[in-house]
C-alpha cells in the first residue's frame, strides 16, 4: 500500500467516478482502475461494489475509507510539520500565565497567533508571584505573562496590562467592616485567605499577610474568591475577577490596617534575553507587542 493508492482511492469515493477521479489525480482511467485492483487484492478485499453505474463502497470499503483518511490526513500534517521544523519553528512552545494576570483580552490575542502553526504544540499554564518567572529561568516555558517578581536584566520585558486587588469580604463576615478601619490586633480574629506562591525552588513571595491565628492558604484565585463568598476568610483579589460580586454586594471591600484597601500593580510580557528564538516565539512577541502597544502603567 502506497500514499498514491490511497490518494487514489479517496478520489473515487468522493469523485463517485473512476473517470472522475483520473482527471484529479491526473491518471489515465486504466491507471485508477488498477491502483483500486491492487489494493483490493492485497488485502483479499472488495472495496466497491461494481454492479450498480457508480462505484459504491461495500461495507468494507467503508470502514477502509474512514481509516484512509485520517491516514492521508496524518501523513499530510507530518510532511507540513517536517517542513516547517526544517525551518526552524518550534515543535512545542510553552506560556505560563500569572494567576491575577486578566486572561480574556490576552487569549484573544494569542488566538490569532497560534492559528498560523498548526504544528506547533501548544502549552499555556497559570502560577503565581515567583512561580511564573521559575519556568521561564528554569527552561520549561518560552513566554510569560505576570507580575515583576524575580524579574533582572536577564529577562527582556514589556509592560502589557496591570491588575488592581481589592480587600474583601463577605458583608457579615466582620462586622461593620466596610464603615471603618479594622486594627491589626482585631484582624487576627479572622482567617485571612492567601494565595500561595507557586514558585518550586526560589524564594517564596509574601505580600500583605498578616498573624491571622488562623488562614486559609489556597493554589488558585477561583478558589480564595468562593471561600470567601462563603463567608471563611478574607483577602486581597483582582478586581476584574469579582466585578460582579462588587456591584451586587457580595463582597464588599474592606479597610485593614497596614494594607492598602487597593493597589494597582504592573504586569508584564517577559522571557529570556540570551535565549535563541524562532519563528514562533518571534511572531508571538512582534504581535503582542504591536497589539498591546501599551502606555506606560505606574503602580498604585
Not at 519553528?89 to 494569542?110: D, Y
Not at 524579574?151 to 466596610?178: F, W
Amino acid at each position: 500500500m502506497t500514499n498514491e493508492k490511497l490518494k487514489t482511492f479517496l478520489a473515487v469515493v468522493e469523485q463517485g467516478s473512476f473517470r472522475k477521479a483520473a482527471k484529479v489525480v491526473f491518471k489515465t482511467q486504466a491507471s485508477v482502475s488498477a491502483a483500486i485492483k491492487s489494493l483490493e487484492e492485497e488485502y483479499g478485499i472488495l472495496l466497491f461494489n461494481r454492479e450498480e453505474y457508480r462505484p459504491t463502497l461495500t461495507k468494507a470499503g467503508e470502514a477502509f475509507y474512514q481509516q484512509s483518511k485520517l491516514a492521508i490526513e496524518q501523513m499530510e500534517r507530518l510532511d507540513t510539520m517536517g517542513h516547517q521544523l526544517s525551518k526552524g519553528v518550534e515543535p512545542r512552545f510553552n506560556i505560563v500565565i500569572g494567576a491575577s494576570f486578566p486572561l480574556p483580552p490576552l487569549l484573544k490575542k494569542i488566538k490569532s497567533i497560534i492559528k498560523n502553526f498548526p504544528n506547533t504544540q501548544f502549552k499555556i499554564f497559570t502560577e503565581s508571584l515567583h512561580g511564573v518567572v521559575e519556568p521561564i529561568n528554569d527552561g520549561e516555558a518560552d513566554l510569560a505573562f505576570g507580575p515583576e517578581f524575580g524579574l533582572n536584566p536577564t529577562h527582556e520585558k514589556m509592560q502589557v496590562s496591570k491588575a488592581t486587588l481589592i480587600n474583601v469580604a463577605a458583608p457579615n463576615y466582620i462586622k461593620s467592616s466596610s464603615q471603618r478601619m479594622i486594627g491589626s490586633e482585631e484582624i487576627r480574629k479572622y482567617s485571612q485567605i492567601i494565595l500561595c506562591d507557586s514558585a518550586k525552588h526560589s524564594d517564596k513571595a509574601s505580600i500583605y499577610t498578616t498573624s491571622n491565628q488562623e488562614s486559609w492558604i489556597v493554589n488558585d484565585l477561583t478558589t480564595k474568591k468562593e471561600l470567601a463568598l462563603a463567608g471563611l476568610g478574607w483577602g486581597r483579589i483582582p478586581e476584574h475577577l469579582i466585578e460582579r460580586e462588587l456591584a451586587s454586594g457580595q463582597l464588599i471591600p474592606i479597610n485593614v490596617e497596614g494594607i492598602p484597601v487597593k493597589t494597582t500593580g504592573v504586569l508584564y510580557m517577559f522571557r529570556m534575553v540570551n535565549r535563541e528564538q524562532g519563528p514562533v516565539a518571534i511572531k508571538f512577541w512582534k504581535e503582542l507587542k504591536e497589539a498591546y502597544n501599551p502606555p506606560t502603567f505606574k503602580e498604585d
